[in-house]
């Protein structure tokens, strides 16, 4: 199979981790090629703009994208080229899977817990934001609807049954935000129905971070919105280690996009002590959503091993190893 994708390096430490993993992709010979595209600061060098329509348009033509981190710059135009990103293609589901790795700062053993974000409308849509010309009052509108509410919590329930998973747990605050997160909670409700197999517990989002805390092996798959599936995912994150073991995918009916969720750590850029791990975790997630679930696990089985012998990790990890050695190592367990 020949499959071409599009890339995305990236800002900061981007281009290091990206040029990382793909030298891994590369060694699984699973027939990917690239399409470098630009966006970020690296594109408004290029081409005056944070996200030049080539790169929409080569996006659309892949229908697969891998992403370094982005930096947006503080100003006006867009709020976040992630979101952008997101509203553009209707990336309507954001996946955050964390599990514990040897060899690193977990704070739990046996963490494998999947966080499911409504990714397109809720409090980041803000639609409607306001500031009073005294500065005094600042007021912005929160859309949640049956239809978004319907398909994220499907993609939960349906992402449970492939990956025989045993339970979801809806997160909400329909005690307090009875419309916008009640509509949530009902919409889910009736979803969970088709799902018989699947226990289904709801939790209020204040209580599921306390939770998380104290006892995050009762959790499999979080479903939420898109403000509570932002913070839970990062609480879940540092469970494991944190961001730099953390790998996102946005994915939409047609469109799917794969990162690393953390920045673009601007300064170490350039000092080839970046972590690689969470966007190869990512990408190993973008060769399960193309049908090629085994070369996936390879990767991972390549990172857990390499940290398990601690063998040219990086800083961040304990290690005294850059981007590039620890690439090597992982190049030569995916080989084996």
Same mark, same amino acid.
């Given at each position: 199979m020949s499959k071409t994708i599009a890339v995305i390096r990236g800002d900061g430490i981007g281009p290091e981790i990206m040029n990382a993993t793909l030298r891994v992709l590369d060694v699984l010979d699973c027939g990917l090629s690239y399409d470098f595209v630009d966006a970020g600061m690296a594109a408004m060098d290029l081409h005056g703009e944070l996200l030049p329509q080539p790169t929409? =348009?080569? !996006?659309?033509?892949?229908?697969?994208?891998?992403?370094?981190?982005?930096?947006?710059? !503080?100003?006006?135009?867009?709020?976040?080229?992630n979101v952008e990103l997101r509203k553009h293609f209707d990336l309507y589901a954001n996946v955050r899977p964390v599990i514990t790795m040897p060899g690193t700062k977990a704070r739990y053993d046996h963490v494998d817990i $999947?966080?499911?974000?409504?990714?397109?409308?809720?409090?980041?849509?803000?639609? #409607?934001?306001?500031?009073?010309?005294?500065?005094?009052?600042?007021?912005?509108?929160?859309?949640?609807?049956?239809?978004?509410?319907e398909r994220i919590v499907r993609h939960?329930?349906?992402?449970?049954?492939?990956?025989?998973?045993? *339970?979801?747990?809806?997160?909400?605050?329909?005690? !307090?935000?009875?419309?916008?997160? %009640?509509?949530?909670?009902?919409?889910?409700?009736?979803?969970? *129905?088709?799902?018989? +197999? $699947?226990?289904?517990?709801?939790? $209020?989002?204040?209580?599921?971070?306390?939770?998380?805390?104290?006892?995050? +092996?009762?959790?499999?798959?979080i479903v939420t919105t898109n403000l509570f599936g932002d913070i839970l995912s990062d609480l879940c994150a540092g469970l494991v280690g944190g961001l730099g073991l953390a790998p996102?995918?946005?994915? #939409?009916?047609?469109?799917? $996009?794969?990162?690393a969720v953390h920045g673009s750590a601007p300064d170490i850029a350039g000092k080839h002590i970046a972590d690689p791990c969470a966007l190869l975790l990512g990408a190993s997630a973008m060769l399960d959503y193309?049908?090629?679930?085994?070369? %996936?696990?390879?990767?991972?089985?390549? !990172?857990? =091993?390499?940290?398990?012998?601690?063998?040219?990790?990086?800083?961040?990890? %304990? #290690?005294?190893g850059t981007t590039e050695s620890f690439a090597e190592a992982l190049v030569e367990r995916v080989r084996n």
């Open positions: 929409l =348009d080569a !996006i659309s033509h892949h229908r697969v994208a891998l992403k370094g981190p982005l930096t947006t710059p !503080i100003g006006s135009g867009f709020s976040s080229l $999947i966080t499911v974000r409504e990714n397109t409308e809720g409090a980041y849509r803000s639609e #409607g934001q306001t500031l009073s010309g005294d500065g005094e009052t600042a007021e912005s509108v929160t859309r949640v609807t049956r239809h978004g509410s939960a329930f349906e992402l449970a049954r492939h990956q025989a998973r045993c *339970k979801v747990t809806v997160v909400h605050k329909a005690n !307090i935000m009875k419309t916008t997160s %009640g509509l949530f909670l009902n919409v889910a409700r009736e979803v969970a *129905k088709d799902y018989p +197999e $699947i226990e289904c517990n709801e939790l $209020i989002v204040d209580n599921t971070c306390m939770q998380l805390v104290m006892h995050p +092996e009762q959790f499999d798959v996102g995918a946005n994915i #939409g009916a047609e469109t799917a $996009i794969f990162e193309m049908g090629m679930p085994e070369q %996936g696990d390879r990767v991972r089985q390549a !990172i857990r =091993d390499t940290l398990a012998a601690h063998d040219r990790v990086t800083p961040d990890l %304990g #290690g005294d």
